[in-house]
């Protein structure tokens, strides 16, 4: 006997291969414990549904999907950049804040002030908004820190927001997200600190899965970058890279050459880098949120992604600087205006692909039995309207592990 049963459900499972979203009509799933049992038209049901689980829920036709996996999220840090935003529209780039000391530098200066708890607190009202709006597993970066004790404090606070809102948290470590001032004449000593002791520290106390970096003129150099990526291979962690985001300065050739999970951004990428990611197996994540608020107007290669088959998946990146979105939904609905994503791209990009972009796709990602029970009910007729309506409210509930939550309280 299963657990729980839900019936009068449409459910598009995003398993890629078959029916357009892996739609299935009039359906049922089922869990047991924290996985899923069964999943398939209620027709085929073995036994009338009162007599196959403890408890049955009715879907009233609410459409069923795998919970949201955002796979790219800075939600921790200290301060805003409203000012920032503000000076963008009086013409100044990004670029030029950055390199006059403001940018990220000036989001380091307030996260380093806090707490492991303050952060923390602070970061809980932009999870909450994720997770109501149907993610059930998110990423989440450091790279506000730029020392050891604060990069960790950062992963610590990660950890914290997931313990408290029962979510799994993916951690990554971005040191190299941009030189602290204190090595302004020191590059060198600064990669120095990262590769020998803030990589083996935060791979020895557990708190990363994967090292990122920002390949950029206004952050780090390939071969800067490369040094990092070699020490987290080295120490069992996987690879991501922030990719020719402002230019093309070989980032997603980087992501490939290091078998990256995910290769971020990519606005600027030419065809011989999106063939490289296609030969590595890498993700191009899409990132909308920034790309929007940066008034980018190069958009990511999406014929060239698509000619060479690299999987899409699309993300938040909520962050103060450039994205501080907290809804997938809403940039889901950015990709496919913005990038023109289909529909059935767009629910992979946001479900199956994004488990792959933090290897996480043998259990989440798609509606199948034996993965884990983290689904979303949503208030919509088709998944076709996932990313249509521009912004969060049609997510009614959410399953995480087998627990039932109204989206609301998620
Ligand atoms: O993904 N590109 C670098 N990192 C972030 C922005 C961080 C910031 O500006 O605070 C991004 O867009
Ligand atoms: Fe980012």
């Not at 020895?204 to 970058?225: K, P, W």
Request: aromatic fraction near 4%; charged fraction near 20%.
């Amino acid at each position: 006997m299963w657990d729980q049963l839900w019936v009068d459900v449409r459910v598009a499972t995003a398993v890629g291969g078959g029916t357009p979203f892996g739609l299935v009509e009039a359906a049922a799933v089922a869990v047991s414990a924290d996985r899923i049992a069964w999943v398939g038209p209620a027709a085929a049901l073995p036994a009338p549904p009162g007599a196959l689980a403890r408890q049955l829920h009715q879907g009233h036709g609410r459409l069923v999907t795998p919970g949201l996996v955002d796979c790219h999220t800075h939600l921790i840090f200290g301060g805003d950049r409203a000012l920032d935003f503000d000076l963008r529209a009086q013409g100044a780039t990004y670029a030029a804040i950055a390199t006059a000391g403001g940018g990220i530098r000036s989001t380091v200066a307030h996260t380093r002030k806090l707490s492991v708890a303050e952060l923390a607190a602070a970061a809980l009202p932009r999870a909450r908004a994720l997770l109501a709006d149907g993610v059930t597993t998110l990423e989440v970066k450091s790279g506000y820190g730029l020392d050891v004790a604060s990069e960790l404090k950062m992963l610590e606070a990660a950890r914290l927001v997931g313990a408290q809102l029962d979510v799994e948290i993916v951690p990554t470590l971005l040191a190299l997200h941009a030189l602290p001032a204190e090595f302004a004449a020191d590059r060198a000593g600064y990669v120095d600190l990262v590769v020998r002791e803030l990589i083996p520290a935060a791979a020895a106390a557990g708190l990363a899965r994967a090292v990122d970096v920002f390949c950029e003129t206004i952050a780090f150099t390939r071969d800067e970058c490369a040094r990092a990526l070699r020490a987290a291979r080295e120490h069992g962690l996987a690879v991501k890279v922030h990719a020719d985001q402002l230019s093309d300065c070989g980032g997603a050739a980087l992501a490939a050459e290091f078998g990256a999970l995910s290769a971020d951004h990519l606005e600027y990428s030419g065809e011989a880098g999106v063939a490289a990611l296609a030969a590595s197996g890498t993700v191009a994540v899409l990132l909308p949120g920034a790309y929007l608020m940066l008034g980018e107007t190069q958009r990511p290669p999406l014929a060239a992604l698509r000619a060479h088959g690299v999987p899409l998946a699309v993300a938040t990146d909520l962050n103060p600087g450039t994205s501080p979105c907290t809804s997938l939904s809403l940039a889901l609905a950015l990709a496919r205006a913005q990038f023109g994503l289909s529909a059935e791209e767009g629910l992979a990009a946001v479900t199956r692909v994004a488990a792959r972009a933090l290897g996480l796709e043998a259990s989440r990602g798609t509606l199948e039995a034996g993965k884990r029970a983290d689904f979303c009910l949503w208030d919509l007729a088709h998944p076709r309207e996932l990313g249509y309506w521009l912004g969060a409210g049609a997510c009614q509930a959410v399953v995480r592990g087998g627990r039932v939550r109204a989206a609301a309280t998620a």
